[in-house]
């Protein structure tokens, strides 16, 4: 039962606003740019792996320039979006900016997790929403968000517009990662969103070991795995040989995840090698929802 | 681990024996009654949303005249079945008639989440049950059921006769609402069912903003939400806006109910706006299953 | 958050090694052994229901004779693999053996749930992975396997060869079962393994009541099921009459799961009849994911 946040009283010592400036930028994307799956030996040919998309895309403070998205990721760091760091008690601005000058669709933001007035829920509903869920080529909108003692944990934000089932199915989603005030910052933080993506079953944009994020970190580390699912299915995310505690205190080594469900997991490192961490799901796995995290020692 | 209603003592003070009249009947149900999603501007043909179904229906006491299902909601009240609410210790005894004089199927009712003897299951195993699941048109079965103190919650009622699938398919389905003996009563109890019905994904057997129930609070007020899913898919529930507790005491505000699941979650709302609310697996969406909640302030 | 069994300190008092010896073995399989379909009175034909497929088969020590693979079950004790019992702090040396002289494929054990070093993971990764993932047919591994502080509960193991997917599509997955030190054994263990084969859904490799297994226990028994689900779809368990707690603590009579996803419950019996136990996903159950739960007076 909720309840717990009825009350935001003043924000919490130290609480920060946190400003953000995210676009959406139309980019050329390949799923495979090894053009090979290492477990099968199967080749794939960038006529079926490479697709024209729109992404959210961090920049610096006022537009300045891009970065990257997301700071642990081995991949081109487009898909997901940015990575967005707060704490319980933070207020977030995040600028988005339309530059969908490729399709010319309208965009948005729509966060979850997050407390904020319908103004800044980024969902288009005619008659009901303003400019938050319509924000066409060319034009920005600041959404305004609190993150409230309900916060911590990892939740996803999307497109919310009328074209939020395409863009969704393009890569157009990220993650909020919001800690309590005194939590410790993780050493490595693993973003991974599982989606289906045309015929692929990718992670993070990606399909298949060796194209798929590979994941590193090092004996005694605090690991972070930011977990997400978009789209229509429902995934089983595993990772070899760690386990983890899940609702209500149970051990576990795999945990299912529906369209824009999310959970955290966080573990000391202690076992070294190369593992594998996929979706458990026999056909997604065999669709490239796969990859390793290699594990060194000290 | 379960064990906590080993014995059942004598029922607690105040328990009560509550008695329902639920008939099994033929009626034209129209899934997008405005024929038109708002969001998209899309239009819906009578001839593909129009369809003869078998419901269940409230009544009055020995049958005296038909009763609205639900009492929160803002549509007709055919789809889903009455929401046959009681506490912890009760007993329920529910009169079922089958009334389905269209297609002549026998029917039946069988009850998540309370203690019965098998003659009260409602299920159909040839050689095994007998009349409790195979009402055949004309007769009635009277079920009689006890809210155990593993039964506080929600759960899912259906057809579980031959029938079965054709009905369920058909919005053969029903709410159990059992509060502990000391809860408070909401002051809204919303009833969200997720259920395909033909080429389209409904809430209450309805499909598209406008067309799925609107549900209406005020700030302040204690609201319930019970939710389930009934058919052969999972989806993942979302409220815009807000957030509850998940097993385990983890905020969330999407969550996975796959078929013959349900939850109960409860706030007090304190966001006036207008939110969706919806399943979040993207066909499912844009197939329809998606609506307004609408908070005024005091 | 994980962390429970960061140090792996001496084993408990009385931690034994338990040695098994599990071989890959060609069989012919019928999924519907009645050819009859209990509930609905449907016919189907051997040209439908047999398969040529490789499971795993529990061996006496030293590969002296087979052994049954599943004590409480009543089928033929080949699908799923045999029931690996130990308890937390154990070690677990599993014998394997690949017999599969008709595909000639190359197989493996992957175990979920306990700790190991990479080459015990099994998983075929080239490159990577030595033999533990790649054991050709007439070749031997042996798996180390330690059931940690976080390893309570029940888990899958299966194929994790290049051969992965057509192998667990043909039954080749079991299951761990580990107590804690002092917990009780219970009087009767389910297994029970949800999974698509061919146009059936099968439990334990059997579809439709009367072909699946006949489950049986008595008023006061300890009942433990062990539930898993393989394949690439999700499933919702159900039992008739019964409730347990769910993850948190509440009570639930249906729950989700996913590929590789497991759990156990427990109850102290004291409700005689015959109960269905099924899928609760409509299609599944249709398909013949049901069978019966057979509870006698003392």
Request: glycine share 12%.
């Amino acid at each position: 039962m909720a309840g717990v946040a009825t009350v935001i009283a003043a924000p919490p010592a130290g609480a920060a606003t946190r400003e953000f400036w995210v676009a959406a930028v139309p980019v050329t994307w390949n799923m495979v740019p090894n053009q090979f799956d290492a477990i099968t030996g199967t080749r794939h040919d960038p006529a079926q792996t490479v697709l024209g998309t729109v992404v959210y895309r961090r920049f610096a403070r006022g537009w300045h320039h891009a970065l990257p998205n997301t700071p642990d990721s081995g991949n081109q760091n487009l898909i997901p979006g940015p990575l967005l760091r707060a704490r319980v008690g933070d207020k977030l601005v995040v600028h988005f900016k339309n530059l969908d000058f490729a399709r010319r669709d309208s965009h948005s933001m729509h966060f979850h997790g997050v407390r904020y007035r319908p103004s800044s829920d980024g969902a288009f509903v005619p008659g009901v929403s303003g400019g938050d869920g319509d924000v066409k080529p060319g034009r920005t909108w600041t959404y305004r968000l609190t993150a409230g003692r309900d916060a911590a944990g990892v939740w996803p934000y999307h497109d919310h517009s009328r074209a939020m089932h395409e863009s969704i199915d393009g890569g157009m989603y990220g993650m909020l990662s919001i800690l309590e005030r005194t939590d410790p910052l993780p050493d490595r933080e693993f973003v991974v969103v599982f989606a289906s993506m045309g015929d692929f079953q990718t992670i993070d944009g990606r399909a298949f070991v060796g194209d798929t994020p590979v994941f590193r970190a090092r004996v005694g580390q605090l690991i972070q795995w930011d977990v997400m699912a978009m789209g229509s299915e429902h995934h089983t995310f595993h990772v070899h040989g760690h386990r983890w505690l899940g609702p209500g205190g149970a051990p576990r080594d795999t945990q299912t995840v529906g369209p824009a469900e999310s959970f955290r997991i966080r573990w000391r490192e202690r076992e070294p090698g190369t593992w594998l961490y996929h979706c458990h799901v026999e056909d997604h796995m065999e669709a490239g929802m796969i990859g390793t995290y290699n594990v060194s020692r000290r």
